[in-house]
């Protein structure tokens, strides 16, 4: 799950961290009030779920009240990477002398939090990782031992070499990396973490994802959540309980299970098709999930040809057609459909495909198959 920066600042400021005092606002107005109150420059941010804000000129500078409304109503109308801005922060503005970046990501290869920092923070950070990557250091975590005073007082030494600020830096690491286990992120991030002219250490910028499987444990994180941030497919596919992540492809994918799903996304590609999607409904799936999903995979207009993909062990293949048939009674669908179902109910669910007038494909090679031809006839 994805949070806001304020709600990231709130939660490393709970870790110790500094962090520039800060107020919401959706208002104009109210930001001329807040930078009144806090006296002196201040930085306006747009808050939507998107990076590369201060490019897209949602991170702005202003020197006294006036300024700070004239650049709030401008981010206020804007729309970053196809986000509606509908608040910002209005912070205090810190004298930078040098940006860093700090971040600790959950890292597949290693199987580990990796903890990254590098002397280049600051806007162009995936520059720097994709054409000078040496300037990022990584240090794997060992999570059983968690980040050492020593594994931190070197990443610090490792970007700055005046041995009071390396101190306040390591401090900042230490906090991140608290943070970042104790409310379970995939990533946490601090870029640019800066330092100024006169050597104190300040996070001015915060994200963090949340590992999903984790927010039962943290309700107040989970409270965090902006549904206003998400597609209306995300949001039906999490009320639903379904697993969604659209792609780019034409083959619509309604499986169960996410082995089968991905070894459909795989054959799909291995027969020269695209999956548009990956969709798992899970076990023991009602009607109204395939409801759901249809509805989530049609509303993708990229979307040229449906499989549905079932093996029928604790879900039910005569569940699934009833949810077929029921789906498309509701709402006609307009690109063909193909469904493979086997397992139980298998005979039952045939019948009730039959009486609609559905196809049921004879094996899942032959499913695939048949998909990626009608996908391609759409183009
Ligand atoms: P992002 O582009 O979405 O990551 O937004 P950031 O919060 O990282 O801001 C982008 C850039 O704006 C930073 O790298 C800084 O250079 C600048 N910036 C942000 N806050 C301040 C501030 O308080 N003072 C100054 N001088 N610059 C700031
Ligand atoms: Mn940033």
Not at 210 to 228: Q, S, V
Request: some cysteine; charged content about 25%.
């Amino acid at each position: 799950m994805k949070i806001h920066e304020y709600q990231a600042r709130d939660i490393l400021r709970r870790y110790g961290v500094a962090i520039p005092r800060y107020e919401v606002v959706s208002d104009a107005r109210e930001a001329r009030r807040v930078a009144a109150e806090i006296g002196g420059p201040v930085v306006v941010k747009a808050q939507v779920h998107a990076g590369g804000r201060g490019k897209a000129g949602g991170v702005k500078l202003a020197k006294d009240p006036d300024e700070a409304e004239a650049k709030a109503r401008a981010i206020l109308g804007m729309s970053i990477k196809g986000l509606a801005v509908k608040r910002v922060i209005v912070a205090r503005a810190v004298d930078i002398e040098k940006e860093y970046y700090a971040g600790v990501v959950v890292d597949r290869a290693t199987k580990k939090p990796v903890f990254m920092v590098s002397a280049a923070g600051g806007i162009d950070i995936e520059e720097v990782a994709r054409e000078t990557p040496e300037k990022i250091i990584k240090h794997p975590v060992d999570p059983a031992k968690g980040l050492s005073a020593g594994d931190a007082a070197r990443l610090a030494a490792a970007v700055e070499p005046r041995p009071g600020i390396a101190a306040g830096i390591a401090d900042v690491l230490a906090k991140l990396y608290a943070a970042f286990v104790g409310v379970d992120c995939s990533l946490a991030e601090i870029n640019p973490l800066v330092v100024t002219p006169a050597g104190d250490v300040w996070a001015i910028d915060a994200k963090m994802n949340i590992d999903d499987n984790a927010l039962f444990r943290h309700p107040d994180i989970e409270a965090l959540r902006d549904t206003g941030e998400e597609t209306r497919e995300d949001a039906l596919a999490r009320e639903a309980g379904l697993s969604y992540v659209k792609l780019d492809g034409k083959v619509g994918c309604l499986v169960n299970g996410a082995g089968l799903a991905m070894t459909t996304m795989d054959l799909i590609k291995y027969y020269g098709g695209e999956p548009a999607n990956f969709l798992d409904i899970g076990g023991s799936s009602s009607p109204d999930k395939v409801v759901a999903a249809l509805d989530i995979i049609t509303s993708d207009p990229g979307v040229r040809c449906i499989l549905v993909n079932i093996f029928g062990g604790i879900t039910r293949c005569d569940d699934v057609a009833n949810g077929l048939v029921s789906a498309l009674a509701a709402k006609p669908v307009k690109v063909p459909i193909v469904a493979r179902l086997t397992g139980t109910n298998e005979a039952r669910a045939r019948e009730i495909l039959a009486e609609h007038e559905l196809v049921a494909a004879e094996s899942m090679d032959d499913a695939v198959q048949k998909a990626v031809e009608l996908s391609r006839r759409g183009a």
